[in-house]
């Protein structure tokens, strides 16, 4: 890696940076595609999409304005990341994936900051200074523990690498002073301090390190070089759940007094009073070779900070009365950035400010210390802060011997007794002597007038080069009051004033006759207001932001050809024309740079180039085609800007599409997008970006839906086709399935030729069904009537069963009197199943009488009932079980027909035998016996009492002996046997 950089050639600081961003993008993401496929399978991106989409409802919910982010979808089989979506998607599954879960709060963090520099990077241009130098370590050192933390330590080490390149660029830069920057001896020594630890810090810094509450690179292992040159050892690296670590954050000593220089202290409510530190910032001039956006460049802050130093800046500068300096640009360096709030907002106004005046005598020589917030809205108001007590505090442990410290009033008439006994103690020891202002304008007499400001910001560089160890000479300042008096406070001001006028009177007096020696030529005078006059005039006419190149141009020619006699003098009365001049000259340059590009994409004949580059002309541009050429290049050219303007309506199609068909999902919105893809030429293809791409693959996802639909629409088509030329069951159960698979999606067609017949086929197609069903009811009804089976039966049933609510709406009155038939047809059968049970019952209860001898009688007329009760439809119906029981019931019908003959028989033989008494012959018994013997277990189950009784007594009576003895009749009983004809009972099967 380290060879591949002798290829870049001598670059600045942020160059690295760029190139660590896209070496963290290529190690990174594939190693967080592979860990979210390792956890969640296949699935990974629909998981993935659904985690995003979730985010997006939750931020949706408390920010109305939130773009809800497109779904992620793969092209050529991987996720296309760009670095800012990396670490978005880092920071939504960061709390998800296992592998991450550890230490999800700093992985977000970490991923957030890297979000945050990739953003900076875009807007950021630097140059071999300290300030720059520490915000590309700081940067890399971000990068290393955003790729340590997702991918391991390993996917780290590319990015030392590029560390270690540009730690020995500026190496080289530095030894080489032809091919470096202009650096003051401050910048010098800064950077000697700064290699010294970048060298030492480089292989030091491994995973994750927490500090002052934001995820930055752990510095293990080795001993950093303080600003004094003494060694400092680093801090352990910390780790979630331990105790945090205490470290210095400023990098070097504080420096001598000089302009641009202030310092501001740094508190925290986490740290302990040591870790409370005292800041420095220095403001110097400078002049860019463009113009730039901010007349601020704050260097090795983060966004948020830089943001807010863009803010304070300008809110301090609309309170100065000279345009031409408030216009003046300035870079800002902090020593140290680790610390938030808007604290440092005075310090900040006060450095600015004094880089372009100076400081006024009687504090050229002291450290200003300054803490304030300077709202945005304020005007200029200098704001209370929090702290204050432990800033004191801290004041009196560190702040350089004779300081001024500049505060907030509302923090004074706030302070407890014992911040106010501080306060006056420092003075008394000439610690620090302080002031209270609640505006900006209240710090006038710090600066020097702007006729004085050259000499004194000299003066302040001389200091400057003093050694930062030696403490000035300084004499006190006024003794302060403890109570927020103005009037007191400024009393000693006031005084000063009045005698600095006495001076400028009498020097005025003395300089008078020196004028009037040294007036110049009337013509010369007059010529020189004529050519301020004009630049005022000129300037006037140029709005803002220029727009016209005519203005521009005269503009700057009237500045140039100002002598520099002139130009001191425009500094002062015309700084705001001149300003407007600077801007003009800028934006000159700016637009030859875009027709150049113009020029140079039509010698290389590139369509895409030329629209790009016709596209990136502005109004003032296009304001100088009257120039020589760039008409005829706008001519020549314009076809390729409307072949790029034609190729983005087309994408853009595609784009409106794609949204409309994923918030609402239809065929006439698939049918939008799969034409707005269709219509995409193989150039308009290869200009798509990640999300373009996703949005063509959107495409034929609905261009697929929208094929899948037309076979279902023309499955149905055609079976009602079919149905209209035969109405046969077939038919209708065809279309009937096939208007089953109709979809809501297949309903949204109407538009189009198949939806009409779709929809034709969906309103009439369930009447023709309704009318088939009825019919199949009608011919049921019918043949039950003909022929009451249970098969006539059950069909007639489905008839009535498969009409739905409906087909039956479409009834006539006499169609529904089918329903009732139905209806009469299901209750028959349920009243025959029950008579068939009845039937079974009976049979097996007489069975069991049989056996016993218990309730037989009973028995046999419940079963010859249940068989007299069945009627032809349940004879149609009977079973094998039902005919065992039908052929019970008529043997025993049977048996019951002769019965009432063979029981007369028997009492009539009984009555003889008891007529005859003693008299009994061998025939009256054998008469008796054998009538008796005839008579069967039904009979004998019918006999009342009394004939029991008759029929006992006469086989009981004794016999005539034939030697005049007697003998029983006893014996007529034991003959009678069990007889009749076997009945098979229902748990024996038929052989």
Known sequence: MTGAMSDFGKRQPFDFVNTALLVTLKVVAPVFIQKMKDEWGSAWLAELNRIRKDN???????????????????????????????????????????????????????????????????HFKSSLNPGDIRQAEADLITLIAFAAAVAGDEAAEPIRAINRAMVAEVEDR???????????????????????????????????????????????????????????????????????????????????????????????????????????????????????????????????????????VDVARQTEDDAGRASLYVRARFDGNSFDGPSFGLALAIADRSARYGYAEPFA???????????????????????????????????????????????????????????????????????????????????????????????????????????????????????????RRLMPVLLGSVAAGLMLLGGLYGAGHLREALRPDPVQEQAQQERLAALSRLAAAVPAVPDDAANCGALSEAAKALPDAERRTAAVEQGAALAVAERCTAALAESDQRWSSLRAAAAARTDAAIAEARQALTAFDLSRAGEPGNQDLLASTEAAGMALAASKGRIAALEQAARSALSQPSAANDR????????????????????????????GDAAARLAASDLRV?????????????????????????????????????????????????????????LGLISDLQQAADAWRQSPTEATQRAMSAAARALSTEDRALMTQEQRALLDVAREGELALLQSNARLQALLASERAFEV??????????????????????????????????????????????????????????????????????????????????????????????????????????????????????????????????FGPPVLKPSVPLR
Not at 294 to 304: C, R, S, W
Not at 406 to 424: C, H, I, R, S
Not at 680 to 691: I, S, V
């Open 174 to 312: 530095f030894a080489d002073a032809s091919k470096g920057d202009a650096l003051s001896r401050d910048d010098v020594a800064e950077i000697r301090a700064l290699l010294v630890e970048l060298r030492q810090k480089i292989d030091s810094t491994p995973g994750l390190q927490v500090a002052d509450g934001s995820a930055t690179a752990a510095k293990d292992g080795a001993d950093r070089q303080g600003g004094d040159g003494s060694a400092v050892a680093a801090a352990p690296a910390w780790t979630p759940g331990a105790s945090r670590p205490r470290r210095r954050r400023r990098r070097s000593a504080i420096p001598a007094p000089r302009d641009g220089l202030a310092l501001f202290p740094v508190v925290g409510d986490e740290l302990d009073e040591a870790d409370n530190e005292l800041f420095y910032l220095t403001c110097e001039q400078y002049q860019p070779a463009h113009r730039q956006p901010a007349y601020l460049q704050p260097g090795a802050l983060e966004a948020h900070q830089a943001n807010r130093s863009y803010m304070i």
């Open 849 to 978: 009488a049989r056996g016993t001898g218990h309730d037989l009688p009973e028995a046999i007329a419940a079963l010859l009932g249940a068989t007299d009760s069945l009627d032809p439809f349940d004879r149609s119906r009977l079973s094998a079980e039902h005919r065992i029981a039908l052929s019970a019931a008529e043997t025993v019908r049977a048996e019951l027909s002769g019965s009432a003959s063979r029981v007369r028989d028997a009492l009539r033989a009984a009555e003889i035998v008891l007529v005859a008494r003693d008299r009994v012959t061998d025939a009256m018994r054998a008469s008796l016996v054998g009538s008796y013997s005839a008579l069967m277990p039904l009979d004998l189950a019918r006999l009342a009492p009394d004939e029991t009784a008759v029929l006992d007594r006469a086989c009981n009576m004794p016999l005539a002996g034939s030697q005049g003895t007697t003998r029983p009749v006893n014996g007529c009983k034991g003959p009678i046997i069990k």
């Open 672 to 699: 939008t997008l799969a034409g707005a893809a269709a219509a995409l030429t193989e150039a308009d293809k290869a200009r798509l970006d990640g999300e373009g791409r996703g949005f063509l693959s959107l495409a």
């Open 365 to 487: 020589g002291r450290h200003i210390i300054a803490t304030g917030e300077i709202p945005k809205d304020g005007q200029g108001e200098v704001g209370p802060i929090d702290g204050f007590a432990a800033k004191v505090r801290l004041l009196e442990r560190e702040a350089p011997a004779g300081s001024l410290f500049v505060f907030p009033t509302a923090n004074l008439e706030a302070a407890t007794p014992e911040t106010l006994q501080a306060l006056k103690r420092a003075e008394e020891r000439g610690t620090f002597f302080w002031r209270a202002v609640d505006h900006l304008r209240q710090l006038e007499d710090l600066f020097a007038d702007p006729a004085a400001a050259p000499r004194l910001a000299a003066k302040g560089a001389a200091k400057g080069n003093a050694s930062a160890t030696e403490e000035p000479a300084v004499e006190p300042l006024p003794a302060a009051k403890l109570e927020p008096r103005r009037s």
């Open 714 to 770: 023309a499955a149905v088509t055609k079976a009602y086709d079919r149905l209209l030329a035969d109405n046969s069951t077939s038919t209708r159960q065809t279309l009937r399935s096939a208007l089953q698979s109709i979809t809501e999606y297949d309903r949204t067609r109407s538009a189009d030729d198949a939806g009409t017949a779709l929809a034709a086929a969906l309103q009439d197609g369930p009447r023709l069904l309704a």
């Open 56 to 122: 997006d409802a939750w931020v949706k919910e408390r920010n109305a304005s939130w773009n809800t982010r497109p779904a992620l979808v793969l092209t050529n089989g991987s996720l296309d990341f760009e670095f800012s979506e990396l670490c978005a998607t880092v920071m939504d599954v960061s709390s998800q994936l296992r592998s991450l879960k550890g230490n999800s709060r700093i992985t977000r963090d970490l991923a957030d900051n890297a979000r945050k520099l990739r953003n900076r990077q875009s």
